[in-house]
């Protein structure tokens, strides 16, 4: 089964950049879908974005444009690359994987735009 640590969280300035990881432990990481939800306090959890076995994409409409999400299967790691980051980006990022009914959620990290 699939484990999975997120990292590169931080403060950033609104207007800066940051590129979270998620590093998949385990078999079979290439065949499940992945994704990034986020969840500020007080707010339900969201899907930020997803990036399916194939690579296909999507984006919730507040992140399009401004975040891009990846994949490499060699190295086992899903990405989350955002520019242009507002003070409303602050929150808890998750990352999912997602195969047939089996869903995992890493531990998340903070990402926090402020000045």
């Known amino acids: 089964q699939v484990q999975l640590v997120e990292s590169g969280g931080g403060l950033v300035q609104p207007g800066g950049s940051l590129r979270l990881s998620c590093a998949a432990s385990?078999?079979?990481?290439?065949?499940?879908?992945m994704g990034w939800y986020r969840q500020a306090p007080g707010k339900q959890r969201e899907l930020v974005a997803r990036i399916t076995s194939t690579g296909s994409t999507n984006y919730d409409d507040s992140v399009k444009g401004r975040f891009t999400i990846s994949r490499d299967n060699a190295k086992n790691t899903v990405y989350l690359q955002m520019n242009s980051l507002k003070p409303e980006d602050t929150a808890v990022y998750l990352c999912n994987a997602r195969l047939l009914l089996v869903e995992l959620w890493g531990q998340g990290t903070q990402v926090t735009v402020s000045s």
């Open positions: 385990g078999s079979a990481f290439s065949i499940y879908a």
